[in-house]
C-alpha cells in the first residue's frame, strides 16, 4: 500500500507503524508537523475494515491537530494515533502497555490524549509506563473537581465561539432571546446547551439517546426534535455536537439559521460546502477553531495548570474568531479558507 502518494498524505514528518505479537497491538502514530513543538493528539482506536483506511485517517486527522493547535496558539505540533481493533473487546492491559512502549520510543515527539475508543482511564494506566500521554490530572471547576476530560473545556470554547459569531452576524453583544438548534446533548452538547440556557437562549435539542433529550428537556427547558428535524427548524444559530459531514448537500438547502456554529469535528462534508454556505448569507465557525478549548485545556495541563490563566486562553477564542470573520468578510472568502491560511502562517513561519 502506497503513504506517500495518498492523497491524504501532506508533507506529514514522521508516521510510525507499531506492532506488537504477543498483545495483537497494530497501531499508526503520525507526526504532521512539529515546528511549534511536541505533536500533540488523540489516540483512536477502531476496528477499521483496512489498513488503508486506518492510514487515511491518522493523516487526515494528524494534519488537522496541527491547525487546530497553531489556531489555538499553542506550543504545540499536529500528531494523532490510530489503534486498529474493536475498543470493546480488544483493548486489554497487555494492548494498551505495548501503545505505551510506542509512546516512549518517541521520546515526546508525540503525545497521546483520549480519543473515540480511548478513555481518560486508558491515558492514566498508560502514564504508568509513559509520561508522553496528556488530559489526566484532575482539575477545580465550577462544580468540583473535574477528570483530565477536556470536555467541559471544548463546551465553554464553543460558548464562547458562538457569541463572536452572533456579535459578527447580529451585531449583539448578549445572547437573551437567541434561538439556539443543539444536535447531540453528550458531554458537550449538554455543557454547552446549558451555558446558553443561562444566558438566556431558548433551546432546541435532538439526540438518539433518550435520557440525553429527557435531560436536556427537564434541565433546560429544552424543545425536543427528532433527528432529521434539527436541520430545518426557524432558528438564529445551528450548532452541530454529535458527529461530523452535516454540513452537506442535503442539509444546506434545508438550514433557516444564520450562523452555524459547533463543537463537531469535521462538520463540512466537503470543502465547497463552507462556499455554499457563504453564498447563502450563512455565517460558518470553523469547527477546529471553535472546539479548540479541549487541546487548550490539554496543554494547560501540561504547563502548570492554573484556571485563570486556562479561561483567558479558552475566551481567545473570540478574538481568532473575530479575526477569521473579519477576513472572510474583506476577502470574500469562506470563513473555513481563512482560518486554513492564518493557520498555515502561524506554523509555516
Ligand atoms: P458524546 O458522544 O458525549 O456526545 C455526542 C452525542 O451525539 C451523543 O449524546 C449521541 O447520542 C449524539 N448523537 C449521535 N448521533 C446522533 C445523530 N445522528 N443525531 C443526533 N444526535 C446524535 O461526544 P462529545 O464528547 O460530546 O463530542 C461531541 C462532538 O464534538 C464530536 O463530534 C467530537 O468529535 C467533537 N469534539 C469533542 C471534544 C471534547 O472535548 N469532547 C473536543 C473537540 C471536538
Known amino acids: 500500500m502506497a503513504v506517500f502518494s495518498l ?19 497494530k497501531a499508526i502514530i503520525a507526526i504532521h508537523n512539529s515546528n511549534l ?6 489516540c483512536r482506536m477502531w476496528p477499521y475494515a483496512t489498513e488503508e483506511e486506518a492510514v487515511r485517517d491518522v493523516l487526515r486527522l494528524s494534519r488537522g491537530m496541527t491547525y487546530k493547535s497553531a489556531m489555538a496558539n499553542l506550543k504545540l505540533g499536529g500528531g494523532k494515533s490510530v ?4 475498543p470493546r473487546t480488544q483493548k486489554t492491559p497487555e494492548l494498551l502497555t505495548a501503545f505505551a512502549r510506542a509512546l516512549e520510543q518517541l521520546n515526546g515527539r508525540y503525545i497521546a490524549a483520549e480519543d473515540s475508543g480511548t478513555s481518560v482511564a ?7 509506563i509513559t509520561g508522553h500521554v496528556a488530559g489526566i490530572v484532575d482539575k477545580p471547576s465550577d462544580t468540583g473537581i473535574r477528570s483530565g476530560d477536556p470536555s467541559p473545556a471544548t463546551a465553554f470554547g464553543t460558548f464562547i465561539g458562538i457569541k463572536a459569531a452572533v456579535k459578527e452576524k447580529l451585531g449583539h453583544d448578549s445572547l ?3 434561538r439556539v438548534a443543539v444536535q447531540g446533548v453528550g458531554n458537550v452538547g449538554f455543557d454547552l446547551a446549558r451555558q446558553l440556557k443561562e444566558a438566556g437562549a431558548s433551546l432546541w435539542v435532538t439526540d438518539i439517546h433518550r435520557d440525553a433529550l ?4 427537564d434541565e433546560l427547558d429544552a424543545v425536543v426534535v427528532p433527528p432529521d428535524a434539527i436541520f430545518g427548524l426557524d432558528v438564529d444559530v445551528f450548532a452541530p455536537c454529535a458527529l461530523g459531514a452535516v454540513i452537506n448537500d ?12 459547533g463543537a463537531s469535528n469535521n462538520q463540512l462534508a466537503e470543502a465547497r460546502h463552507g462556499a455554499e454556505l457563504m453564498k447563502r448569507g450563512i455565517l460558518y465557525a470553523p469547527d477546529y477553531v471553535i472546539n479548540a478549548g479541549g487541546i487548550i485545556d490539554v496543554y494547560h495541563e501540561r504547563i502548570g495548570f492554573e484556571r485563570s490563566a486556562l479561561i483567558r486562553h479558552i475566551e481567545g477564542i473570540y478574538d481568532n474568531l473575530m479575526e477569521i470573520f ?11 479558507e481563512v482560518a486554513d491560511a492564518i493557520a498555515e502562517e502561524r506554523f509555516k513561519r
Open 214 to 217: 429527557t435531560r436536556a428537556a
Open 122 to 128: 486508558d491515558m492514566k494506566f498508560m502514564s504508568a
Open 250 to 261: 442535503q442539509t444546506i438547502p434545508q438550514l433557516k439559521a444564520s450562523i452555524v456554529a
Open 7 to 25: 492523497s491524504d498524505f501532506a508533507d506529514h514528518e514522521q508516521v510510525v507503524f507499531c506492532s506488537d505479537d504477543k498483545s495483537g497491538l
Open 176 to 178: 437573551e432571546g437567541l
Open 83 to 86: 489503534i486498529i481493533g474493536n
Open 326 to 336: 473579519e477576513r472572510a468578510r474583506k476577502e470574500e472568502r469562506p470563513t473555513g
Open 37 to 42: 513543538g511536541p505533536a500533540l493528539g488523540g
